[in-house]
């Protein structure tokens, strides 16, 4: 999938969000996602099953993030389970909604009585 | 089992989805709930809930994703066309579907009252659930806590146990640790005189038991004291705040209670909850007592234990049972033979009388969603396909099909958005009148509107909107209707089955009515006969309070009795005072304080098992002040004092126990102690409710205040009229002692009433519930029957032509009402019986299928469709056969 420029998938939701820095590092399969969104956020994000699939199958079709056949080696329940690495394209958005997060709190550090 | 169910759940994605990732998803599923499960029931509860609302939500979304995108519409889209305010095909659309809606009142405000009915019910009953019943206890690991109760052959209450019993239970394998806990007042010396607070009086384990650290301070566990220190004392966090303004430095200053110094050593968080609670207020304070001078007989405290690890209650049950019965050989002066302990799950001990309610209420709120439902899905069909004429104009006329579909999508959207918001509406009402229960259970005042249950409503409103929206608007916008133009034999036929499906819809919303409203009049009945149980007294004109005289300054009986009887002389001398007396607890909402006694004649085999009978202390006069009769013998006199011979006067429950047919005076009684002391029967008086509207009453024996002295009593007062009493009654004890404060003045009246409203409540609300569904239904009928007219029109101008009478007509269609009303009648019967039967169980007064109820229920339905009818049927009989065989 094609997109013109980024503007057009920005700003990310807070979920699409979490769930790509999850996969940013390493591919993780979805119950590992579930939890280190978590973990991240310190319980803050909760994601559920049906919404955590609806998000990666999205990413998946946009291309942020590609599905991968038991990566590394590691098989949940001796099943071929499905992991999730986050693309080249999903890490040029990644970086750039942190950019457009970024830059509002540079706006916000500016305001006097706001600490960032 | 679980996991296959939630594989089910899953099916509501879109086809390519589920069959893609169903198999992970329920992977997931089971990952997390094997997780959650560990962190107790309550957490797997709530975990459950969670996970079916992520489904339906997300499975809503992509849904409706997908249909947008085939629209030629994104969500970004759609925002983005909503925030242009200018023009735009969309922006237009809504404007005209608003337009299209205020046309029709008629039609928009029904749709969006099924629509708010629906989500309102089931928002503030979903709310209420999620509050008392989801929620688990703020202690550690709630689950393994249990509340322990005695019991005795022959009384049904659950009674108190004793430190000593409790201390034998934690010893036992079966139990980790016990506490004992006692709910007492006392007198907290203030600036000017002296306030009653709410004092807990526990063992100094207890908090650690609960597994609860106060927010400030430490506690009872004070470091570096080897010998027990019992003047501490911990504050609640509403008292703390309430009474010392978050002052942290509140911790370690003293305060005086009934004399006494007390140190504060600690602040409970604010989400701490009373395990002894759920009625009747909170603690504010809460000591450490020492119970070790307490016989293993003095059983006046409630026991709370934490189960050992991988004990279950029913193990835990075995073991008490056991150590009871060896207790009671052990001790059988103090304990008696049958002597039981028992043991239940601290949640329950706490909401289980609510919970049968609530289930009742859960029901009810699905019956009103369903029947909204139901009513919104027949209206949403009749009316797309009404509207096929015109929107096969439309099409004709060049508009895109899409265009067209989605105006219509967007009109129902609409109404599930006004029909979502007023449903909120009505549901933060209906939380605010839930809230007269408050003064049974507390937690009510926190119940707040559920996110998770809203969403829930409005998805699955959506999801009927779309499913009974769509079809209808594709179908009528399709090219391929441009023949429907034409009135012939295709459109008729699609009409006909318009009318049957109709009608099933409707007859179905008749049958859940019907068993509705048979639901409703067995309610009705129960809290009928709730609301006028006869409670045993005249609380007209009679005023309470309490004293409570402090140990300190009152230590002996003398000192008590002299202070309590120069009260009684002071306040009968009140001008307008009829009668004045005390007791140590007035009747309703006491808990149980009974007692083992012995019977002097009938050897222990006769009488069959040791029973126990209620204690209370009275002085004279108290039976008339409080308008109790006295049904044989004499009150007590001022001549029945230390001096004289022992007396007693039993309740009628008790002399139907122990003598039936007999006359009990002159007969003796002692309680059941080390030391006995007989007592003769001189009066019979009438049984009171002591303990609610809907528990029978238990044995009493009453004892003259003289010869059973207790610093803690109600006065009574029978002044009716006197306005201002209760402020002469506190300058009298003012008089007396300055120290001692009054506490629950109260009138009588009104709190008896207080008793009596939640259930009178209830019953308007099942009444309010019923005749709403009804009514929807009935507007649903008539609507069907109109319908039906206006497509049979060519047929019954016919058969006018023909020579039929318009009478004959009318009954056709009055006929057709009665069929599904009948139909109704006969698919309802089975449910509503079993219903019945059911819920008999646990309301107050039925008893079986209650069958006249369904008949009422049932010739009031049938009347009313027989009316609903009268106008459609009216109007096929005026139609003019001239006129319709023109139009064919």
Partial sequence: ?116 | MLQKAYGLLTRLYPRPFWEKYEEELTLVFAARGRRERKRGSFAFASFLVWTVADVLLSSTRMHLRNALTALGLGFRGVGRALGRALNGDLSQDIRFSFRRLKIRPGFSATAILYLALGIGANTVIFGVVDTLVLRPLPFEEPERLVRLYGSTPGNSSLQHLSARIAEELSEMEAFEETAVLDFGFMAMAGKENAEVVSVGSVSPNFFGLLGIQPVLGSGFDSPGFSIPDYNLVVLSYDFWRARFEHDATIISSTIVLDGSSYRVVGVLSEDFEDPAGGVGGYTQLWRPRDFANDGIGDRWLGVIGRLAPEVSVENANAAADAAAQAMALMYPDALMEGFRIIAVPLHEAIWGDVRSSLLVLLFAGGIVLIVGCVNLAGLLLANGLERSQEMVTRTALGAGRWRIVRQLMIENAMLVVFGGAFGVLLANSGLGFLQLLQNQIPRLADAQLSFIVVAFAVALSAIIALIFGLPPAMASSSPAMAGALRSGPGARGKSRRTVRLRSLLVGSQLTVSLTLMVIALISMKSFRLLSEVDTGYEPRGVFTFQLSLPRSTYSNNEAITVFQDALLERLASVPGVEAVAAVDKIPLGTRSNCSGFRVLGLPALELGEWTCAERRVATPGYFSTMGIDLLRGRDFTAGDNQRAERVAVVNRAFANLVWPGENPIGKQVAWHSERVEWSTIVGVVADVRHFGLDTPPQPEVYSPHPQAPDGRMTFVIRAPGVTQILRHARAAVAELDRSVPLRLAQDMERFTEQWITPYRAALIAAAAITLLAIALTLIGVSGVLAHAVSQRRPEIGIRLAMGAGPREVGWMVVKHGLKIGGLAVAVSLLPSLALAKIMSAFLYGLSGFEVPSFLIATSAIVSLVILMSYLPAHRAARINPAEVLRDL
């Avoid at chain 1, 996969?23 to 049906?50: C, H």
């Fill in chain 1, 1 to 116: 999938m094609v997109l013109k420029d980024l503007s057009d998938v920005l700003p990310l939701s807070t979920k699409s969000f979490h769930i790509l820095m999850a996969v940013a590092e390493r591919p993780l399969n979805g119950y590992q996602i579930m939890l280190k969104v978590e973990e991240n956020s310190d319980g803050v994000v909760r994601v559920g099953p049906g919404t955590l699939y609806e998000s990666l199958h999205r990413m998946a079709e946009r291309g942020f993030v590609n599905e991968v056949e038991s990566a590394g080696g590691e098989r949940a329940d001796g099943r071929g389970q499905r992991f999730y690495r986050i693309s080249p394209l999903g890490k040029k958005v990644l970086a750039a909604e942190v950019d457009r997060l970024s830059a509002d709190l540079r706006i916000a550090g500016k305001l006097r009585g706001i600490r960032v």
